[in-house]
């Protein structure tokens, strides 16, 4: 049963965020999806905020050409992992700042859900680092399955493993 015809990956190159690829195994091993892609979106860079620092176009021009090839030769890892499954994947490399982005290429790309990673921070945490998946989650308009980072929070029983939680 084709439930979900094309599932969005969001990547950064973490492990942390690699942690969802179990799952988008199992989920196309279980509705058969028309097709993964994997997405990573490389922001503009940004110079320090330091007075006195300068940096030349040429650098920065060589710095951003860098991150997209880093970016690229990352998914294409990813991919050839998924290859050998026999599922049909492909890779995406996406250009800003990445929550925008991602909602832009899901609505204009037919996507049918998102699986992404989360650090589950909350509070100042969150309000200080920001979290692209809890404005992915507020922004786009397809079902997101958001997956704990093990170890990311304490008091969740690992997987598999029981709850603690009286009957």
Request: charged share 25%; hydrophobic share 40%; glycine share 6%.
């Amino acid at each position: 049963m084709e439930i979900y015809r094309k599932v969005m990956v969001p990547l950064d190159g973490s492990e942390l965020a690699e942690c969802v690829l179990p799952h988008v195994k199992a989920l196309a091993a279980v509705s058969h999806p028309g097709g993964i892609i994997f997405v990573r979106v490389v922001e503009p860079f940004k110079t320090p905020s330091v007075t006195g620092f300068d940096i030349s176009a040429v650098t920065f021009e060589r710095i951003e050409k860098e991150q997209r090839a880093d970016a690229k030769k990352y998914l294409q890892r990813i991919v050839k992992r998924f290859d050998k499954d026999s599922i049909s994947t492909r890779a995406e490399l996406l250009y800003g700042f990445a929550a925008e982005e991602l909602t832009d290429y899901a609505s204009k790309n037919a996507v049918d859900l998102i699986v992404i990673a989360t650090h589950g921070r909350s509070g100042i945490s969150r309000w200080v680092w920001g979290s692209v998946a809890d404005r992915l989650l507020r922004s786009a308009c397809v079902p997101i399955m958001m997956v704990r980072a093990p170890g990311s929070a304490p008091e969740c029983p690992p997987q598999g493993k029981a709850s603690s939680v009286p009957k």
